[in-house]
């Protein structure tokens, strides 16, 4: 069959790719633990469940606007002026189907063919595929240093006359990795002084651990009129809860989000109006749920460290948010997919390869599941890798037993 040639340079996700394979093996029954999730397991937020059920009673379920209800635009507004000091006025905001559909369409807004897009690896899977999606080249960086952490230089280094934008996730997938203050502000600087667009993909902002607050890129904006190309990205899914709602947004300057609200209008128009009430329910209503949420994955951090520091040979840096560690596994083995996949068929644990993040050698290890997860998961793992571990390991009353090296 013929493919078009930017479809046959699009790889499958392979997050969702793993959520499958775990709901495979768990329907025949295997006792597999699943460290490679990317979503909450907690439910929505009562206020959001309220909203969705109050239309859905109504039987009112319509199209809507192509750039989303008014209420949820409002309650988009309120949201950033209460985390971002800012008041966007209506037209500088977009709802979408998931702050990946917001990314989407901003990409398609603003690049041509050939442009590039620059981002700090190790980065979010999709990031390299949505900028091909548009005929793009994606210019991954990797920090020096072998931390997490990138630095300005590391983008300059990269720049070209083709670069138009940057995009920045902090706290970041996969590293868990809070970026300083200080290079929020040097990529801002940078960004405004060189005309890039700058995508900042905030939607772990307020999964924040130790007691930090989130870094708001406007405050190191100089140019906050309808010229700027900050555009600042945030959704429902991770601090709500509610992957399955598909509710994300952005904010941005209004010739771009009138082109963004264009495209979304001819491609899938606006979100569903079911969903986008839940969104507003969510954002507007009683907040608790977050913040009980970012207490449970602190305390899921701490253990998965305290776990992952007595596995000899492994090496890790503490995530500041997010619910991801990425850990070093070099030492074990330098091809993460093949210890994925060993880890997988041997223990029934899944990770998420670091290959596919940009970084091999190392694996992604969630930690928004349960601690009996978490402890479990890194104890067969711990077993599976350690040549001096007992020949045998039971999981319930299966045995296994060591046919490897
Ligand atoms: C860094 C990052 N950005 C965006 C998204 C997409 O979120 P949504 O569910 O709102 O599309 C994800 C989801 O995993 C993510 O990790």
Known sequence: MTLSLIA??????????LNETAAILRAKGDPVIHLGGGEPKGKPPMDAILSAAALLNSGEV????????????????????????RSPAPENVLASGGAKQAIMVCLQAILNPQDEVIFPAPYWVSYPEMVKLVGAVPVPVTPEDGSFIP???????????????VII????????????????????ELCERRGLYLIMDDIYHRLIFDGRTPVNCYEYAKDHTESSRLVVINGISKQYAMTGFRIGWAVANSTLIEAMT????????????????????????????????????ENNRNV??????????????????????????????????KLANFLLEKVQVVTVPGRDFGMDGHLRISYCGSIKD????????????????PNELYIGDRKLVRDWT
């Open 374 to 389: 978490i402890t479990e998961g890194i104890e067969r793992m711990k077993w599976a890798l350690d040549p001096d571990a």
């Open 169 to 188: 996730n902090s706290p970041n997938n996969p590293s868990g990795a809070v970026y300083p203050e200080s290079f929020i502000a040097d990529v801002v």
């Open 262 to 297: 264009n495209i979304q209008g001819h491609q899938t128009s606006g979100p569903s109006a079911l969903l986008q009430h839940a969104a507003v329910g969510a954002i507007n209503g009683i907040q608790s749920s977050v913040n009980s949420l970012r207490m449970t994955l």
């Open 62 to 85: 319509r199209y809507t606007p192509a750039d989303g209800i008014p209420a949820l635009k409002q309650a988009i507004i309120r949201y950033t002026e209460e985390f971002y000091g």
């Open 151 to 165: 630095r300005i230089q590391d983008i300059e280094q990269v720049l070209s006359s083709y670069t138009r934008a």
């Open 304 to 337: 998965l460290m305290d776990r992952l520091r007595s596995f000899n040979g492994v090496r890790v840096q503490e995530p500041g948010g997010t619910f991801y560690s990425f850990a070093d596994f070099s030492a074990y083995e330098k091809d993460s997919v």
């Open 8 to 17: 046959r340079t699009i790889g499958e996700s392979v997050t969702l790719k």
